[in-house]
């Protein structure tokens, strides 16, 4: 799978063409708008034909949508978008940051919220394990898994953050 966001340069055909040239047969949806105007939020109803249409004439499956943040109007819309979509992942940040206990029951509370609004919509949340973030360590990965009860809830293993703070990607994912 490859993140449509690393083509935010181009139109959105293009990066569907390129990535499929590649050899790709799966792609992640950005809709980080500062990054790219591939998948804006806002008009995601305008743009909706043009990406399943692209995915099918490009053969790719429309695997994840990518948000960076937790606004909860913009978690609302990606979760329509997906739906109407056929995409089955909407992936965010987890916000907190590492050690932070403080910081903790609001992002269970704001992750579990969101992950029934998925469920809602019959998609996965996933919460990317990111550097700096409360979930990025092993233990407390194990324990939002725990504390969140939607079966709606996943976690986003991104070796690379895993990497950069210090663990051993093999081992947390096995």
């Known amino acids: 799978m490859a993140q449509i966001r690393s083509f935010w340069h181009v139109p959105l055909e293009t990066a569907f063409k390129y990535l499929a040239l590649a050899g790709y047969d799966g792609i992640e949806l950005s809709a980080i708008n500062r990054e790219n105007e591939h998948l804006v939020l806002e008009r995601w109803q305008e743009l909706a034909p043009d990406i399943k249409r692209f995915a099918q004439i490009y053969n790719l499956q429309l695997l994840a949508i990518e948000r960076d943040k937790r606004e909860p109007d913009l978690m609302e819309l990606s979760f329509q978008a997906a739906a109407e979509l056929g995409i089955p992942v909407v992936c965010c940040a987890s916000g907190g940051k590492s050690d932070d206990e403080a910081a903790w029951p609001e992002m269970i509370d704001t992750l579990g919220t969101f992950a029934h609004r998925a469920e809602h919509y019959g998609v996965t949340l996933c919460v990317k394990a990111h550097?700096?973030?409360?979930?990025?360590?092993?233990?407390?990965?194990?324990?939002?898994?725990?504390?969140?009860?939607?079966?709606?809830f996943g976690i986003n293993m991104d070796p690379s953050h895993i990497h950069r703070a210090g663990e051993n990607p093999v081992e947390v994912m096995l």
């Not at 233990?139 to 969140?148: F, H, W």
């Open 131 to 152: 550097v700096g973030g409360a979930d990025l360590q092993y233990p407390t990965i194990l324990r939002a898994i725990k504390e969140i009860t939607s079966p709606a």
